[in-house]
């Protein structure tokens, strides 16, 4: 498969998951209650990014390509954005001194350098193991399961992909049977489970890679309204006594169906579009929905609660969001990452033209 190919429809489906993950985040914070589901958005995007992992690199990592050059193509994507959004945050909490319990500017710088490496570090008032970006957390888990997988990539062999999609299902179902389940991985002090929590969903993303190379998922369609639909209903799902079944459930089995089923683009005008500018602007909406709120939402908290305002704000902040997001990715981030991977082109050559005259 080339690797420009372009699963439209997943494209689509990650923009959707990002948004709902903000709603929740933000809709919580001005009073109207948590989406006890919508963190089921993080084990799509575990299995998505399974899935085109797989599809761009397994044959390129099982041939010529080194961890060491899988990492950088990886870091050249993700690490900008994430820098961005912590950088953001440390500014606003230093400038106005939010810290929350007195921390000074030199632990939040502190914190800054931490999250720019993606080491965990706790710190201000917050549990967060990333407490100037909290769901960072999630791309921190997504990073070690990247170099596991760079590593293990040439060997992985259908059996051992089974082996580990059994270990990821014994974690998963530790993890549930835990206080607080797997929704509790963020924090400081059990950071380290979610390496637990995104092994079983990006191996299954795996999975389904190989089984869409294979021609076995051509019979396994969904339309876009259709896989919209199933998406919104899981992550906006009401609580109920079933919660922990509903999340391994749709962990295992639903969100690998979903993005086996959803691999259709062909797609064309409007539709096609949209879909594609939503996948653009899944990952800056993801991750800078925390750092805007700091600066949008936080100062004006109070006031916006007792005014009954709280609506408007929700919808005014999304709107803000988004727009936001097409113009840090459009003027940011991606001359950034086209810099970066210019550079690092251009120091693999010379790299290979010095070790050619060497020998």
């Known amino acids: 498969m080339s690797t420009g190919h372009r699963f439209v429809m997943l494209d689509g489906l990650r923009g959707v998951a990002a948004l709902i993950v903000a709603f929740g985040h933000i809709s919580e914070v001005l009073g109207f209650g948590v989406l006890p589901h919508a963190h089921l958005a993080v084990d799509f995007f575990f299995v998505l990014s399974g899935f085109v992992i ?37 500014t606003i909490v230093i400038i106005e001194g939010w810290s929350g319990t007195g921390t000074g500017a030199g632990a939040i710088l502190w914190a800054l350098v931490a999250a720019s490496l993606f080491i965990p570090f706790h710190t201000l008032s917050a549990p967060a193991a990333f407490p100037l970006n909290g769901p960072v957390w999630s791309l921190f888990a997504e990073y070690w399961v990247n170099i596991l997988y760079s590593f293990i990539a040439p060997a992985l062999t259908r059996v051992r992909l089974q082996a580990l999609l059994v270990a990821g299902l014994g974690i998963l179902l ?74 391994f459930a749709s962990i295992t089995m639903g969100m690998p ?16 579009r949209t879909m594609l500018l939503s996948g653009v602007l899944s990952y800056p909406i993801y991750v800078l929905h925390f750092p805007l709120a700091f600066l949008l939402i936080v100062p004006f908290l109070f006031t916006v609660v007792a ?29 950034l990452r086209a810099w970066l991977t210019a550079r690092s082109k251009a120091h693999a050559i010379g790299a290979n033209t010095a070790h050619s005259r060497g020998g």
């Open 54 to 90: 797989a599809q761009v690199y397994e044959a390129r990592l099982q041939t010529t390509m080194t961890p060491g050059e899988f990492f950088i193509r990886r870091a050249i994507r993700l690490q900008p954005m994430v820098i961005l959004g912590a950088v953001l945050t440390a």
């Open 307 to 335: 005014s009954g305002l709280a609506g408007p704000a929700l919808a005014l902040f999304m709107v803000t969001l988004v727009a936001t997001s097409y113009l840090v990715l459009r003027y940011i981030d991606e001359p």
């Open 257 to 272: 169906l979903l993005v086996a089923a959803s691999t259709n683009d062909n797609l064309y005008g409007i539709a096609r």
């Open 174 to 247: 530790v993890l549930l049977s835990m206080s607080g389940g797997i929704g509790r991985v963020w924090e400081s002090d059990t950071i380290g489970l979610s390496a637990g929590r995104v092994l079983y969903p990006f191996f299954a993303g795996v999975l389904v890679s190989r089984a869409f190379r294979d021609g076995r998922l051509t019979s396994l369609r969904l339309s876009p309204v259709m896989a919209v639909t199933i998406l919104c209903a899981v992550l906006l799902a009401p609580p109920t006594r079933f919660d922990a079944a509903f999340d």
